[in-house]
């Protein structure tokens, strides 16, 4: 197995260290998705120009107010707002010199009318960001569920379907705050800092370069604390993906834990992952939450030096009150968008956590892949050949060895053995959800590796014997195959297959909704409405693995009467391990230990071979040697 857990087994990819960078991710996102969107991308860009100008704006007024009209030393860079406010003044007073209260009046006026603005700024960006995210997760989504559909059969036997429904919501819903808060969030708070750090130089440079100095302490601080928030939330959000897993095992496997009484011991397990995974995410929130606050105390230490030395100046006459109050404004809001980045930091980081393991999974490349020119075949005869065919899932533990078989067009063979002879593995291949190792399998003359998936699908249609039922009416799920088929043509193979007088029982008959995992069918009858959707889809193979075995034996052999009718000219291949079935079937090959042991007729396997007596001979059929 060992070889296949590094590439499949995805709980073990994500213990092990960061494949991408932090740039590699964030670069993929916004080329690969971001880009996607380039209109909403735009209306974002300019609403943080335009959200920059109020977060501006505000000190700035403070300082031409303070100045000019209440200490009375105004400044030559503030003349042109003085003018403004000004004239805002003269046509509420519509005098030509306004008074002192109604500069003042007109001063607060502007004030609220930037706020007004920046409200408004502000509300529209939300909503624009995080229309921006949710187009970008569906888009994610859409491409990671396509992408799971096409990955190989043997990616899901490692992969554990709990982690897998956990990228889908928990990793995309992470993804998605990074792209608000993190990758627009943290444009707009990098051109913000830039920002103002430009109006603190033009007020005090040598101020300014006061507050930078704090800057170091920040960064040193920020990238010990990175450390451990980066770890605290992988491991947080590994938790939460086994407790997902945890759930669906007790959701699903409700019944099995019942009859094995094991409640007790499943809940207790659960408890201790629930417990688990609670601690882990408390600490990382507390190791988030000690570095905000770390940085709001680095924040206090830098207006204190800025009042200190501010108001010397100020004392000094260098330097007016309202350019002190502007600066420490300024210095204030420069220092909002580094606590932002650092308290987002965490979320960010579990967010480009996320994002890779949907990556890693994306990049997976499916083991079956469709041949670049794939041959389209309209038409299938539905003749199978199976030529020196050798398959092993695991490296050096053959399972199919040397298998040779010819099944002509219209033929009906049974392909009949003891467990674990290797039948499904046959059916695997035929599907292609694998490739034979060694060998070709063809059908029609073309070998499935040549043949495109959507023709290969059309003409072979396999039942599986865990009958899987999709969340939809009966109509939905019989139709799933061939959805243009009419009505008439569905009940027409409901009746043969014997499930037309179950369906019509149903409370609102063809247009019932089935439950989750269609429990309100039986097991057999939702074999029956698998088997009428593999008949239904019209396919000029029909595989049947094991698909009526938990039907009565009267009904099945009615289903094998019909099938006989209905088959005529599609070539079947039932796998079972009932005589009864088999009996009547053209052909038997009978598989032992991934080799063809002996086929031909019941009559003629009965004379000739001591296994096929056995295995009869074991379910109580009368041999007549
Ligand atoms: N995904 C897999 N990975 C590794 N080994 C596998 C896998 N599936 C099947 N095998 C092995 O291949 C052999 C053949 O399995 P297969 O499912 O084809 O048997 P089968 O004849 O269909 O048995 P049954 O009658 O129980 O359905 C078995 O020894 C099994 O252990
Ligand atoms: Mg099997």
Same mark, same amino acid.
């Given at each position: 197995m060992a070889e296949y857990v590094d590439r499949y087994d995805i709980g073990s990819q994500e213990s092990s260290a960061r494949r991408l960078s932090d740039f590699e991710i964030v670069k993929r996102i916004v080329m690969d998705y971001v880009m996607r969107h380039k209109g909403l991308f735009s209306i974002n860009l300019v609403l943080i120009f335009f959200k920059m100008l109020t977060v501006l704006a505000r000190p700035y007024l403070y300082k031409t107010v303070l100045d000019f009209?209440? !200490?009375? +030393?105004? +400044?030559?860079?503030a003349v042109w707002l003085a003018g403004i406010i000004r004239s805002l003044a003269v046509s509420l007073a519509k005098s030509s010199e306004p008074q002192l209260r109604g500069l003042l009046l007109s001063s607060a006026l502007l004030y609220v009318a930037i706020a007004a603005v920046e409200w408004a700024v502000t509300t529209a960006q939300l909503y624009y960001i995080e229309k921006l995210g949710l187009f970008v997760i569906a888009d994610i989504r859409a491409d990671f569920f396509s992408h799971i559909n096409n990955l190989s059969q043997r990616f899901f036997e490692y992969g554990n379907t709990g982690r897998l429904v956990s990228r889908v919501t928990n990793d995309a819903e992470a993804l998605k705050k990074i792209l608000s808060t993190g990758v627009i969030g943290l444009v707009g708070d990098l051109i913000m800092t830039f920002s103002i750090v430009l109006m603190m130089a033009f007020i005090d440079s040598q101020l300014t370069l006061v507050a930078l100095l704090i800057a170091p302490l920040l960064a040193v601080t920020s990238r010990v604390f990175q450390g451990w928030i980066k770890e605290a939330w992988r491991t947080a959000r590994r938790n939460v993906a086994s407790l997902t897993g945890k759930v669906q095992d007790l959701m699903y496997g409700a019944k099995l834990t019942k009859s094995l009484v094991q409640e007790e011991r499943s809940l207790i397990e659960f408890d201790e992952t629930n417990e688990l995974n609670m601690q882990t995410q408390i600490r990382a929130e507390t190791v988030s939450v000690a570095y905000s606050s770390v940085a709001t105390v680095l924040g206090s230490i830098m207006t204190a030096a800025i009042w200190y030395l501010g108001g010397m100046k100020v004392l000094g006459a260098t330097r007016t009150i309202g350019q002190l109050v502007a600066f420490s404004n300024y210095s204030e809001s420069f220092f909002t968008p580094i606590q932002n980045l650092a308290m987002l930091y965490g979320e960010i980081q579990s967010g480009l956590a996320g994002a890779e393991r949907i990556f890693v999974i994306l990049d997976e490349e499916p083991e079956v892949q469709e041949s670049e020119n794939p041959i389209h075949v309209? =038409?299938?005869?539905g003749e199978i050949e199976f030529k020196e065919v050798n398959f092993s899932y /695991?490296?050096?533990?053959? *399972? /199919?060895?040397?298998i040779n078989l010819r099944i002509k067009p219209g033929e009906k063979i049974a392909i009949f053995g003891p467990t674990g002879s290797g039948k499904s593995t046959i059916i695997n291949l035929l599907g292609r959800f694998y490739d034979p190792v060694e060998g070709q399998v063809i059908v029609d003359d073309h070998d499935l590796r040549d043949l495109s998936f959507s023709s290969l699908r059309r003409a072979v249609s396999i039942v599986l014997q865990e009958p899987y039922l999709f969340n939809g009416t009966v109509e939905y799920n019989l139709k799933f195959g061939n959805p243009d088929v009419p009505d008439e043509e569905m009940t027409r193979v409901a009746k043969y297959v014997g499930i037309h007088d179950a369906i019509t029982e149903l409370e609102d008959g063809y247009l019932t909704l089935l439950h989750e995992r269609g429990t309100n069918l039986s097991y057999g009858q939702r074999q029956l409405v698998c088997l009428a959707r593999a008949i239904i889809a019209d396919p000029r193979i029909l595989v049947f693995? =094991? !698909? +009526?075995?938990? *039907?009565d034996p009267y009904t099945e052999a009615m289903i094998q009467d019909t099938l006989r009718k209905e088959m005529m000219n599609r070539t079947v291949i039932l796998v079972t391990h009932r005589v009864s079935t088999v009996r009547d079937m053209d052909r038997i090959i009978l598989l032992e230990n991934g080799v063809i042991a002996d086929e031909g007729t019941h009559d003629q396997l009965i004379k000739r071979s001591s296994l096929y007596r056995e295995l009869c001979e074991m379910q109580l059929v009368e041999v007549n040697t």
């Open positions: 009209y209440i !200490a009375r +030393t105004p +400044t030559d860079d309209d =038409e299938m005869r /695991l490296l050096d533990q053959p *399972v /199919l060895k040397d693995d =094991e !698909a +009526t075995s938990s *039907v």
